[in-house]
């Protein structure tokens, strides 16, 4: 029920933009975020937005980098990647918190109970 594109093999420095496509329920009504984990690492928080995509929330390490965004009319969200680092190397997942409608900005793992199966990204140096 979401779908995840846009990874791929970029060089440091560059940009990537992900698509996650949302099918199968509304999901405008849900918050949503970007998720990712490196190899060999835990799932990190990456970048949140609440059902209106009026509110934002960035993780610390990609603050300033990372933009997350919404299209809730054609059930997608994005994330806007620049200035990347070979640290930014990870799959990617795009997840929705079912369990309430209309919630606020949700920048904890545990609450997103939906996923995606994820997209790799890779940064090269």
């Excluded at 099918?23 to 490196?38: D, E, K, N, V």
């Amino acid at each position: 029920q979401l779908a995840e594109s846009g990874g791929g093999l970029v060089q440091a420095g560059g940009s990537l933009r992900l698509s996650c496509a949302a099918s199968g329920r509304t999901f405008s009504s849900y918050a949503m975020g970007w998720l990712r984990q490196a190899p060999g690492k835990e799932h990190e928080f990456v970048a949140a937005i609440d059902w209106s995509g009026k509110n934002t929330y960035v993780g610390d390490s990609v603050k300033g980098r990372f933009t997350i965004s919404r299209e809730n009319a054609k059930n997608m969200v994005y994330l806007q990647m620049n200035s990347l680092k070979p640290g930014d190397t990870a799959v990617y997942y795009c997840a929705a918190v079912t369990s309430r409608s209309f919630g606020p900005i949700v920048p904890m793992i545990s609450e997103y109970d939906l996923w995606g199966q994820g997209t790799q990204v890779t940064v090269s140096s």
